[in-house]
């Protein structure tokens, strides 16, 4: 009898084994808010940002996981350019970005991750040209990489701290932008 319950356990705990990822699989949607710093023009400019996120998770191996997201922002007096006779500015309206990441689970409610993908801003160009200033509406597409750490809180809610570093396209101008932001996920 003893030998059949210490099979039975045994056999139970090979078949359950640890469900550390599983803490971060399926879909979730969340808000994020931080720091906003671009480089454009020669100058640079910190900005408050906000916006929200939404993507799914899968659980590969017990502690790995990845995972695609979507994401729209608004920054806040972001305004970047020089000063001088060719003032020229560029003013983010709002961006949006896709990503996959790979993430490792740490203890049981971490995810350390590391993300990458595709972004895209909208935002308005404006020039002075001798005496006239010149505008238009610019879309500038790019790319970015960054890294962060995500807890469970609760079942169903987690909460990240996230770096990213992007590149965007800006024709002859270098335009980056680097950002710390800090979100809160519902996880379905």
Known sequence: MNRL?????????????PAFAQEFQGPYVGVQAGWNH??????????????????YDYTVSPNVVLGVEGGFSLAASDRVG???TDNATIDPHYSFDLSARA????GERNLVYVRGGYTNTRARFAQDIGAARVSANHTYDGWFVGGGIERKLLDNVSTRLEY?????????????????????????
């Open 164 to 188: 990213r570093f992007s590149d965007l396209d800006s024709g002859p101008r270098d335009y980056q932008r680097h950002q710390v932001l800090v979100g809160v996920a519902y996880r379905f």
């Open 5 to 17: 319950m210490l099979a039975g356990a045994a056999f139970a705990a090979l078949v359950s084994g």
């Open 103 to 106: 993430g490792y689970v740490v």
């Open 38 to 55: 671009e480089i454009t023009l020669n100058d640079k400019k910190d900005a408050f940002v906000a916006g929200g996120y939404a993507g």
């Open 82 to 84: 020089p000063a001088g």
